[in-house]
């Protein structure tokens, strides 16, 4: 495989010009990076307005989260409600905007069969308060869009 572009990611700017991408996706990368909310601007800076963005993380409450010794972050349900100012969230970390399109926790198959995947989903704060370290997610995937 021949990359375009080689980059260490927790080093900002990023080397693109602003509003370059009509759709940024980021599997399994946040949770290794030192700085959620310098990633987040410099992602709000590379998105076009209305861009898409995804993100694939492991949910705190995933051993994966925990056992690679590269992660620094471990991200819950609400992490990314930040950006948005979503349920009151303040804006004192960053100005930036995102408008949350979609969030869903992702389950291995037998949580998906006995339904705690559709019972977490349904009700999230209710699952990461009581039962997430009793029947813990995998990955959760967030789709958010550059609000400018």
């Known amino acids: 495989m021949n990359p375009d572009v080689v980059h260490?990611?927790?080093?900002?700017?990023?080397?693109?010009?602003?509003?370059?991408?009509?759709?940024?996706r980021m599997s399994h990368v946040v949770e290794?990076?030192?700085?959620?909310?310098?990633?987040?601007?410099?992602?709000?800076?590379?998105?076009?307005?209305?861009?898409e963005l995804e993100i694939i993380t492991p949910h705190y409450s995933s051993s994966n989260s925990w056992t690679d010794p590269t992660?620094?972050?471990?991200?819950g349900f609400?992490?990314?409600?930040?950006?948005?100012?979503?349920?009151?969230?303040?804006?004192?970390?960053?100005?930036?905007?995102?408008?949350?399109?979609e969030k869903k926790l992702d389950f291995h198959n037998r949580y998906k069969y006995l339904g705690i995947a559709w019972f977490a989903?349904?009700?999230?704060?209710?699952?990461?308060?009581?039962?997430?370290?009793i029947l813990p997610a995998r990955n959760m995937t967030i789709r958010m869009r550059v609000v400018k």
């Not at 992660?71 to 991200?75: A, C, G, M």
């Not at 948005?84 to 930036?96: L, P, Q, S």
């Open 8 to 24: 260490d990611l927790d080093v900002f700017p990023y080397p693109f010009e602003d509003n370059s991408f009509d759709r940024i």
């Open 32 to 51: 290794h990076l030192s700085d959620i909310v310098k990633l987040m601007e410099e992602l709000h800076r590379l998105g076009k307005p209305g861009a």
């Open 71 to 75: 992660h620094k972050q471990h991200l």
């Open 78 to 101: 609400y992490s990314f409600d930040f950006f948005t100012g979503r349920e009151g969230r303040v804006d004192f970390y960053t100005r930036c905007r995102f408008e949350m399109a």
């Open 121 to 133: 989903n349904k009700f999230p704060r209710s699952w990461e308060k009581y039962y997430c370290y």
